[in-house]
């Protein structure tokens, strides 16, 4: 066993292969694990929202099935992220985009924050329902819905207004399992509005205690920025100010390990491109990295272009979204997709963690 903090790469294999992304799982009662992905249109996400499920740790999943469907005529998509309750209900939040056809191509011109729910972990799902949400679409939603030790739900999402990507990210709050959302609590906002916080990230650490984790990026000059933290120490009522982790990651995941310390993924996409994992304590002063590691190599290089906006650059990345799970107290099983081969796809990989 390694003398010092060290996390490896086990194994690896592909979920699904069918133009999908943006995985998220779930482990269930009886151990299996389900996955909930979009189909179609690879991280365009222009289709529905599909399933499957391993009973072997990860390693071999069944056939696919369908959470909801996306509509052709008229053109709605949508993309949702899973989580579980204390009572084992599957819960599947996201967003719905209803698009139309303007200057030759499609655009969302309606967005709604939606959840269908399973019973019966994951066989079968309800009909959308639409949150009621105090803020008007469009969104981004990229994580899934936080249930806390005490039972309230907590909805992520970011604001997707013009050219402001994620100038607000707030969290809704149900204190009745999703029969009214009456609370909205603000976790990012840039006091003069001059930077977005993107791809937000939201997880309960211990009773009461939150992280929230953002990509952000510069308004004025249409630049990246490094990944911000900040915590909630009153179950996600009030945040502390960002602190900035000085690490220039698209999409950066936090997975709770213990007191202050976290396993992060994160999508290295200038320079090496890959997907990185590091062991880190942070608090809200400090953020320190105490191992740093490449779980998934494209073996591709990009260079940042001064020229290309934002929006273009991020359309030339073939990789995105990990997400991870503990599976227990040193092994977690984490997802991203990727383009290989031409094909957009989900791929697991097994990760062992040394203390």
């Given amino acids: 066993m390694p003398s010092q903090p060290q996390i490896e790469v ?6 699904d292969q069918n133009d999908s992304a943006f995985a998220t799982l779930v482990v269930l009662n009886n151990q299996e694990i389900l996955c909930g992905f979009s189909v179609g249109g690879g991280a365009h996400a222009t289709g529905g929202t599909q399933c499957r499920r391993s009973q072997d740790g990860g390693r071999t999943w069944s056939q696919p099935s369908v959470i909801l469907e996306g ?11 899973l989580s579980r309750t204390a009572s084992g209900t599957v819960l599947a939040y996201g967003q719905r985009d ?14 709604e924050a939606i959840i269908c729910r399973s019973d019966d972990n994951g066989k079968t799902w309800s009909d959308a329902q639409i949150l009621p949400a105090q803020l008007p679409g469009p969104y981004e939603i990229s994580n899934p819905i936080v249930v806390t030790h005490d039972g309230r739900w907590l909805a992520p999402t970011a604001t997707y207004h013009g ?51 953002a990509w952000r990026q510069d308004f004025q000059n249409d630049v990246d920025l490094d990944n911000a933290i900040c915590f909630s120490n009153d179950g996600g009522l009030t945040w502390s100010d960002p602190l900035a982790t000085g690490v220039q990651g698209q999409t950066m995941t936090p997975i709770w390990l213990e007191e202050d310390r976290f396993c992060i993924l994160y999508n290295c996409r200038f320079g090496e491109q890959g997907v990185h994992m590091c062991l880190v304590r942070a608090n809200e002063t400090d953020w320190t990295i105490e191992f740093e590691g490449t779980m998934w190599d494209a073996q591709t290089s990009f260079q940042w272009n001064e020229e290309m906006s934002s929006n273009e650059q991020i359309s030339q990345f073939k990789f995105g979204y990990p997400m991870a799970v503990r599976l227990d107290d040193q092994t977690l099983l984490a997802t991203h997709w990727c383009v290989e081969n031409g094909v957009c796809g989900i791929r697991w990989t097994r990760l062992q963690i040394y203390n």
């Fill in 71 to 81: 509509v052709r005529q008229p053109f709605s998509s949508n993309h949702l992220r």
């Fill in 10 to 15: 086990l194994e690896s294999g592909h979920v």
């Fill in 98 to 111: 209803h698009r139309e056809m303007q200057e030759g191509q499609y655009r969302t011109v309606r967005s």
């Fill in 163 to 213: 050219e402001l990507y994620g100038e607000k990210v707030v969290v809704f709050e149900s204190p009745d399992e999703g029969k009214t959302w009456p609370d909205m609590h603000t976790v990012f906002e840039h006091p003069e509005k001059k930077v977005g916080y993107l791809e937000q990230k939201v997880i309960e650490c211990q009773p009461n205690r939150l992280l929230a984790i």
